[in-house]
């Protein structure tokens, strides 16, 4: 009985918490703004300002659009279920091509000002996230969007994808992290532990990035609001499975 009244309420509360998750992650990229602007000159292309397009991008990319793409599914939950996969597929287009614009940002200001590239641990864990997001993508869209993987095949990946998905975000707000850590040591100094106003309002930013990053993998944990499968989907899928695999819907 109590499964049922939760099961029943759980579409209820599911709103307000995506409403929660997007007020953090508007914050954290307005503030992502403001550190730069007020403290960090701003950004810019052509001039010393290029690094800070890195993290700016970043969090937008990989950390806001990234998690708003593993929101998808549990969002549009009546949606036809192509619509939904297709919206999932391109927020994650978007998020890749603006973190590779940060990528590019960084390593271009690098070289312009003469810096070692890869020698730090955010670097290192930066370059296996992006890797690994990059991987993911494609092999999601090998198997979902792409019409050659079989149902059986898709079924199989289906939870390795949904876990890897997680992981890849958690590994991003984690490298965010690390990221704004070095950029306050590095301008800062000794002055970090004097709470500088700059060094208050990137502690404040980290922790608005690991509560975002708390609230959208809560939502994903929770079974309950998962998207239902449609009747005509299930009917799809049954058919298509009977015709890729010649099984009979009757067998299983």
């Not at 099961?7 to 914050?27: D, K």
């Amino acid at each position: 009985m109590e499964s049922r009244t939760g099961l029943g309420s759980a579409p209820s509360t599911l709103p307000y918490y995506v409403a929660f998750s997007q007020l953090l992650g508007l914050t954290v990229v307005a503030m992502t703004g403001a550190w730069l602007g007020l403290y960090r000159g701003g950004i810019a292309w052509e001039s010393t300002l290029q690094f800070n397009v890195h993290p700016l991008c970043m969090v937008i990319g990989l950390i806001f659009l990234q998690g708003d793409a593993l929101l998808v599914y549990r969002v549009f939950r009546k949606e036809a279920k192509h619509t939904t996969k297709v919206l999932h597929g391109l927020l994650h287009v978007f998020a890749f091509i603006i973190s590779l614009v940060g990528l590019v940002a960084v390593f271009d200001y690098h070289r312009k000002m003469g810096y070692a590239d890869l020698y730090s641990l955010h670097s290192w864990c930066g370059i296996l996230v992006f890797v690994l997001y990059f991987v993911q993508w494609l092999v999601g869209f090998s198997f979902f969007l792409f019409p050659g993987a079989s149902f059986s095949l898709r079924s199989r990946y289906r939870p390795q994808h949904i876990f890897f998905g997680a992981a890849v975000f958690l590994l991003s707000v984690g490298t965010a992290l690390l990221g704004l850590k070095e950029a306050l040591l590095f301008k800062l100094g000794t002055k970090y532990s004097t709470f500088e106003p700059e060094g208050i309002l990137a502690n404040v930013l980290g922790l608005l990035l690991a509560c975002f990053g708390v609230a959208v993998l809560y939502i994903l944990a929770q079974a309950e609001w998962k998207r239902p499968p449609q009747a005509e989907e299930q009917a799809l899928s049954m058919d298509f499975k009977t015709l890729t695999e010649g099984d009979s819907p009757g067998s299983q």
